[in-house]
């Protein structure tokens, strides 16, 4: 199994199965793969791409305002040990209510409250520990304001990285979208969280939704301006390791995802180099 | 109330149609619009999400068709559904169903659409339904969206024909029963039944006691309960006392 380039920046996207055959035959275009989803047990190209590509959990593992159950815990450990990344990845989000009768089955954030707080710390630490991994936590945008808020989303997630050890995959999107329906700068509103604690970055495309009347991520191309915000942050954390596409649709293209593989390439000025043992 | 509960009514607003008539406490009144048009966004992406698997063996066919299922998520008849809609209720994986079968039902292709379609879309009911029976029972009930079905073709293999590209030939003219399920876990069951399989899984009706059900049957009460767990397993018949 290929390990982490530890050498430079990892520039990666997401694994979509109907892809798998073109990403074989593509060599070093991507140094690393997200795992959304499980591999299928029909995906005749896993064990491949498995050998060919470092993999990073990302799968949806559990809402961590809420403690997770033995079988979510022992699921989240199967699968690192089955991809054995450097760190698995887990969203602030809260999507089911507590008694399964509803859910949203999307990503969508929590109260920024003490309570929340408390909740994410502690759930998050015990995935960490049973799981065996560093865990990183994405940022996920709201599309409307809330009652009952008692802090910014920015000082949530300072708080959340300092106490619980976590570290930040930024989700610059998302960020972008959160600024832009607060009628907010985006790099001064990015400016207010821990950009000391980023790990890994996520970069994608935005575009109008019929629904929302205004923009929303889309497995388009990174826009200019979502590339540039990335490199900025780069510029400012020290711990970052990957920056990788958020493209996960059966409607994604190939060309599209080479496309912006390489667009994120030329934007955080990393050439397609050999892979190092990390 | 704990965060966490208005958590739970941020949550139900946004699932539920019905909770969006009344005010919400924790939306204040000028950022409601908005959260009415991210419940519309939500409902969308997760019914043509569950179209799109649900019916991708005739989207197989959709040069010659010019019509996938999903395209019902574009409609103005799902728009006028969105104002009712509970996201993963039954009723509405119904209703969506009924919408899918109908854009798809329009064209007639080969003698065995109708009973693809059929498949489809018993497939989606199971695929698109998170909602869980409420309510304790002393005796087995059936799974909320579980169901079976006849087919005057057979499915099991025809689905792998279709998936590589061959077609479906009068040798597949066989009736086979289906029956469709899923687990808490989410998990989706398609298997063929027997007919006393069958008859266990249609006498199954939350009031009837094991030896009832056998009995109904017609098999022995040990059969009964070897097949009641069976169907547990796979998320058809639930115990929920």
């Known amino acids: ?278 | 109330m704990s965060d966490r509960t208005v958590q739970d009514e941020i949550i139900g607003y946004l699932a539920d149609a019905g909770l969006r008539i009344r005010a919400s406490s924790a939306i204040p009144a000028g950022e409601r619009p908005k959260a009415t048009r991210f419940a519309h966004f939500l409902a969308r992406r997760y019914y043509r999400d569950r179209l799109a698997r649900s019916f991708r063996y005739s989207h197989r066919l959709f040069r010659e068709t010019g019509r996938a299922a999903e395209q019902v998520a574009d409609s103005q008849e799902f728009s006028g559904f969105l104002e009712t809609c509970v996201m993963g209720s039954l009723a509405s994986a119904q209703r969506v169903s009924e919408m899918a079968r109908a854009h798809l039902s329009a064209i007639s292709l080969e003698p065995w659409w109708a009973d693809l379609l059929d498949y489809e879309r018993a497939y989606f009911l199971q695929a698109a339904t998170a909602e869980r029976a409420t309510g304790a029972t002393e005796q087995p009930a059936r799974g909320l969206s579980a169901l079976c079905w006849h087919f005057a073709w057979a499915l099991p293999e025809m689905l792998p024909r279709l998936r590589s590209g061959e077609p479906g030939g009068d040798d597949l003219r066989r009736e086979s029963t289906l029956l469709f399920s899923r687990t808490h876990m989410g998990r989706i069951y398609v298997v063929e039944v027997e007919a006393a399989m069958e008859r266990i899984f249609t006498a199954v009706d939350g009031l009837r006691t094991s030896e009832q059900i056998a009995g109904a049957a017609g098999v022995s009460p040990d059969s009964a309960r070897r097949m009641l767990a069976a169907l547990a397993n796979i998320g058809a018949v639930e115990f929920r006392s």
């Open chain 1, 1 to 278: 199994m290929p390990a982490f380039a530890c050498d430079r920046l990892s520039i990666g996207t997401f694994y979509n199965p109907h892809l798998a055959e073109t990403l074989l035959s593509r060599g070093d275009a991507v140094d690393h793969l997200s795992m959304a989803d499980p591999p299928a047990a029909d995906d005749a190209f896993f064990p491949r791409i498995r050998e060919r590509f470092p993999l990073l959990l990302h799968d949806y593992l559990g809402q961590l305002a809420d403690p997770l159950s033995h079988h979510a815990l022992a699921r989240a450990r199967n699968l690192q040990q089955l991809y054995r990344g450097p760190w698995i990845a887990e969203h602030f989000q809260c999507l089911h209510t507590e008694d399964g009768k509803y859910t949203l089955d999307y990503v969508f954030p929590p109260l920024y409250t003490e309570e929340f707080l408390r909740r994410f710390v502690g759930n998050a630490r015990r995935l960490a520990d049973f799981v065996g991994a560093s865990l990183v936590m994405e940022n996920i945008p709201g599309f409307f304001a809330v009652d009952h808020a008692q802090m910014s989303e920015a000082e949530f997630l300072r708080r959340f990285f300092d106490e619980s050890g976590c570290g930040f995959l930024i989700d610059v999107p998302h960020l972008w979208l959160a600024a832009h329906y607060q009628k907010r700068d985006a790099r001064a509103y990015i400016g207010e969280f821990p950009l000391d604690k980023v790990v890994e970055i996520h970069v994608g495309g935005v575009d109008d939704d019929c629904d929302l009347g205004g923009p929303w991520v889309a497995p388009t191309l990174p826009t200019p301006e979502i590339l540039e915000l990335g490199v900025w942050i780069a510029e400012r954390a020290p711990g970052l390791r990957a920056v990788t596409v958020d493209q996960f649709s059966p409607s994604l293209t190939a060309e599209v995802m080479f496309e912006s593989v390489e667009m994120t390439r030329a934007a955080f000025g990393v050439t397609a180099a050999r892979r190092k043992t990390a």
